[in-house]
């Protein structure tokens, strides 16, 4: 079966750093994006990883162990902004086509 | 560059009546389109997604159907809606190819129905 797992809820500070975990399980997994989606919006691309480490884009930062089925995003100096859901999403590679498996997101709220 | 334009952005629909939802995708030519619905607390769904003009690959069983007329329009269509048909819906799309990080899904602003 396919399976994404990440914590529903998270509540950090301002000005600090918060890692959001996702686990994955996928027939056919060829990649792992991580989406922020703000309340009533579409979400929007943040990062991308297909090889294991560490990928690192300002503030945001994303990590990626493929033997562990594991991935986390890293926020640092949060701010008020970054309140938002943040998605996983595995690539499922099967036949011709990928599709993205999303996982039900984790809603961080970053208070002052 | 490219736009994605969805449409409407909010209705309220009866029980058994019908729904059309279009996409159209700017400045790209034959993009992987989707149809994805994200409903209260569950995650995005894909629902159907296209290769191509008359290509539709349907990922979910449902009263819902999706038709592409030309290579940039992607339509969602039901007959008769459900109550459980309510959600957020997402139309978005990508270039030729897998999904990486050169070639990101981008999603249009999104279509809100509630179904009564």
């Known amino acids: 079966g396919q399976n994404i797992d990440q914590p529903t809820e998270m509540t950090a500070t301002e000005g600090a750093i918060v890692q959001i975990n996702c686990t994955y399980q996928?027939?056919?997994?060829?990649?792992l994006f991580w989406y922020q989606q703000h309340a009533g919006e579409a979400p929007t691309f943040l990062s991308y990883?297909?090889?294991?480490g560490l990928e690192e884009k300002g503030r945001f930062s994303s990590f990626l162990s493929r033997s562990k089925g594991y991935s986390y995003l890293l926020l640092k100096e949060l701010q008020m902004k970054d309140s938002a859901s943040y998605l996983c999403a595995a690539l499922n590679y099967g036949g011709s086509q990928g599709n993205l498996i999303f996982g039900k997101g984790t809603k961080l709220s970053v208070k002052p | 560059s490219q736009t994605i334009h969805q449409w409407p952005a909010t209705l309220v629909q009866p029980v058994g009546s019908p729904l059309s939802l279009e996409c159209t995708v700017e400045?790209?030519?034959?993009?992987?389109l989707y149809w994805y619905r994200q409903a209260a607390g569950r995650g995005l769904q894909l629902l159907f997604y296209s290769v191509g003009i008359g290509q539709i690959s349907s990922e979910v069983p449902q009263n819902l159907s999706a038709s592409r007329p030309q290579d940039r329009q992607f339509i969602l269509s039901s007959k008769k809606l459900l109550l459980s048909d309510s959600g957020f819906y997402l139309c978005a799309w990508s270039g030729t190819g897998l999904p990486s990080g050169a070639n990101v899904l981008t999603f249009g602003a999104g279509s809100r129905l509630t179904v009564l």
């Open positions: 990883n297909v090889l294991d």
């Open positions: 996928t027939s056919g997994f060829n990649g």
């Open positions: 400045g790209t030519s034959n993009p992987n």
